[in-house]
């Protein structure tokens, strides 16, 4: 396809479809430029297959997804092989029913095992699968399969960004090459600052040392080779209660509430406000993640932005030098522990 021929023509019709839709064209039109781009550049039907079925599934997820993006979710991988007369599945069933007890939403692979036992234990209508379609092994398990929030997925990459995107926590039970996959790539992320803070929970009985194992490895392999740092052994939390796993992501999210960069600021929102003697702690006690200046604490209407997203919400603002993330966690594990009244 060359649409080079008449650039002019298709700008127009470009921004008649814009003003149509009552869209940001600042936003829109270069999403539209890309994809002509791309069938610009190549005519092999795989390559616009890929855009095709890429693009589909996002639509799909977002319908289903969208009508719950203020409702928190976690995030629940582990091996569709595990039993249920198997502990970790038990386990995983009771940690279900307790986070959606307490209002979370649970999104699991939709599949066996682990996945099954996160569907299982969750309260009616508290989860979702995201199913992925593979030629053996994997199918919709009997508590999501008939769910209308079901998503069924061919590109694993899709529906990789679909458990970040739309989780604010991650539990991760006992596994094989997938649950790896999944725990080090939400390390990375998280590391890396590609995505924002959250809980990561690895989850095994009383009894099991898988993650012990794991743990072992990550301490004598990655950090004994300094291939990581050692704040970096804070990005997660080992458990072996359903409660001790619901009890961290609840404290997580006790007093931070999310974050944002507004170029050279970090923004940290918080449910509560802190006192303001525990603003001059923090800022002496995380003086190293700091380029410039102290922790301050605002209102968003003294901002100028970032007002119209949770509006009531006190902010704490920081020049943050975005490479010690899990740093990062320890100031937001020091800021839900702050008393509201500190003596």
């Not at 974050?259 to 509560?272: E, K």
Request: hydrophobic letters at 40%; proline letters at 6%; glycine letters at 6%.
């Amino acid at each position: 396809m060359n649409h080079s021929a008449n650039p002019e023509r298709i700008q127009a019709i470009l921004d008649e479809l814009v003003n149509l839709i009552h869209q940001d064209p600042t936003t829109v039109t270069p999403m539209f430029q890309s994809l002509l781009g791309i069938l610009a550049q190549t005519n092999d039907s795989q390559d616009i297959n890929i855009i095709k079925h890429t693009l589909r599934e996002l639509l799909s997820a977002l319908k289903v997804f969208l009508p719950y993006r203020d409702v928190r979710k976690v995030a629940i991988f582990g091996s569709a092989r595990t039993p249920a007369d198997h502990p970790a599945y038990q386990l995983t069933e009771a940690f279900a029913r307790l986070i959606t007890h307490k209002g979370y939403m649970v999104i699991t692979g939709a599949g066996g095992g682990i996945m099954e036992a996160g569907n299982r234990g969750s309260e009616v209508n508290m989860s979702f699968g995201a199913n992925i379609i593979l030629p053996f092994e994997q199918a919709p398990n009997p508590y999501i399969d008939t769910s209308s929030k079901l998503v069924s997925f061919k590109y694993f990459f899709n529906r990789k960004l679909m458990f970040i995107r739309e989780s604010d926590a991650t539990v991760l039970c006992p596994g094989g090459f997938g649950t790896h996959d999944e725990a080090f790539e939400v390390l990375t992320l998280v590391q890396t600052g590609r995505c924002a803070p959250r809980p990561v929970v690895l989850l095994a009985p009383n009894g099991d040392d898988y993650w012990y194992r794991w743990i072992e490895f990550v301490q004598s392999e990655l950090l004994g080779k300094q291939y990581i740092s050692e704040d970096d052994l804070f990005l997660y939390r080992h458990v072996h209660t359903a409660q001790d796993a619901v009890d961290h992501i609840m404290r997580f999210y006790r007093r931070y509430h999310s974050i944002r960069y507004h170029h050279d600021l970090t923004i940290i929102r918080l449910n509560t406000p802190l006192p303001p003697e525990a603003l001059r702690e923090m800022t002496t006690k995380f003086k190293s993640l700091l380029v410039k200046g102290d922790i301050e604490q605002v209102m968003p209407s003294e901002l100028g932005f970032d007002a119209d997203v949770y509006p009531d919400l006190p902010r704490l603002l920081i020049y943050y030098n975005r490479n010690t993330f899990g740093r990062l966690y320890q100031l937001i594990d020091y800021i839900n522990h702050i008393p509201d009244s500190v003596s």
